[in-house]
């Protein structure tokens, strides 16, 4: 009878577990991003859509750091195509990067019969909010120590949100807020193998030294960081073939023709930005490793750094061979799954 329960389970795809173990509650998402100067920031938008249609997180808003009217309305473009046009948007002002870029204005813009194929809620970036204050909103909103801020561009926004004064949306400080309501800080920054910090200035931190640096020294210390370092998504590959071959169950994707417009095909990408999803919203089921405890800051040389501490709450990833096989085959997957819709 026992033998016969255990087929049953087998052919029925069910799983024994252990009693302790229990579905863990939608991630609440924040994502700041630099949408637009690389590709893999779309990717990691597309991966949160689909965690979101399978009941994994909620994606509460989406900021963007990068100077530049086609950023936001890029993402409005990817939000509308996955069924969410709802979603608030938010926008930096005198940022960085005003440039366009090899993609987001061309996908928005896209009209190869006269008329923009994807449909957006915003006709211009000029209806959006500024940034810090539709954090502070959002955040304002939410249960204590409830929200995941995943952060994969530059620090501006995020500074900007630590410094902000008490207002009409919340009598905390923007560090008070942030130590009210955050409960994780997910953000792609920096380069963590042995003897290259101290040579290799970090795109994310790069651009904006001064925002990184107040982002660490501001950043109450009750709330963890985990950074996902320049390594880690150049070891995780997005590779051409599924970008080829997994979108194409519609005509025109927004992710697949910025991928193809960014660079000309095909071409393997890394995966940088959808690494700190994927650890924001399934930290414990071993995608990665992690670091032991410290505290990142910025050295005079404008270069981040991570100083092991054992009372401190930051931390990097790491990834084994074996990881890295697995997070590429979960993020190509979840990057292409259609919309639920």
């Known amino acids: 009878m026992k033998l016969f329960s255990i087929f049953l389970l087998v052919m029925t795809g069910l799983t024994l577990l252990p009693a302790n173990i229990t579905a863990a509650e939608p991630a609440k998402l ?19 859509h689909a965690l979101q249609s399978r009941g994994e997180c909620e994606l509460l808003a989406v900021t963007s750091s990068k100077e530049n009217p086609y950023s936001a309305l890029y993402c409005d473009v990817v939000n509308t195509f996955y069924g969410r046009p709802e979603i608030p948007l938010g926008r930096v002002q005198q940022g960085k990067t005003p440039q366009d870029g090899s993609y987001v204005r061309k996908v928005v813009e896209f009209a190869p019969e006269g008329q923009p194929v994807f449909p957006r809620q915003h006709a211009s970036a000029d209806e959006l909010p500024e940034a810090v204050s539709l ?14 801020l995943v952060v994969v561009g530059f620090s501006t926004n995020i500074a900007r949100l630590l410094q902000s004064p008490a207002d009409a949306i919340s009598p905390l400080t923007g560090t008070e807020l942030v130590a009210q309501k955050v409960k994780l800080l997910s953000q792609m920054i920096g380069r963590f193998e042995p003897g290259k910090p101290a040579s290799f200035h970090e795109y994310n931190v790069r651009e904006d030294v001064p925002a990184a640096r107040t982002l660490f020294e501001l950043w109450p210390e009750k709330v963890p960081v985990v950074a996902s370092g320049w390594e880690i998504g150049r070891a995780i590959q997005n590779r051409a073939v599924s970008i080829l071959n997994d979108y194409n169950y519609v005509k025109y994707h927004p992710v697949k023709l910025g ?10 990408r890394p995966t ?3 690494t ?3 650890y924001a919203v399934r930290p414990e ?3 990665f490793g992690k670091s032991a405890a410290g505290r990142l800051r910025i050295n005079q040389q404008g270069k981040l750094e991570h100083q092991q501490d054992s009372s401190g709450k930051h931390y990097f990833l790491t990834v084994t061979p074996e990881q890295v096989v697995r997070a590429q085959e979960v993020l190509e997957s979840l990057s292409s799954q259609p919309p639920s819709h």
């Open 285 to 287: 089921r071993g995608y």
């Open 30 to 48: 924040i994502f700041d991003t630099d949408i637009g100067n690389d590709i893999d920031d779309a990717l990691a938008l597309a991966v949160i």
């Open 259 to 268: 991928y193809e417009y960014w660079h000309k095909m095909p071409y393997d």
């Open 276 to 278: 700190s999803v994927l």
């Open 272 to 274: 940088y930005d959808l």
């Open 135 to 148: 954090l502070r909103k959002t955040l304002a909103a939410q249960p204590d120590h409830s929200v995941v």
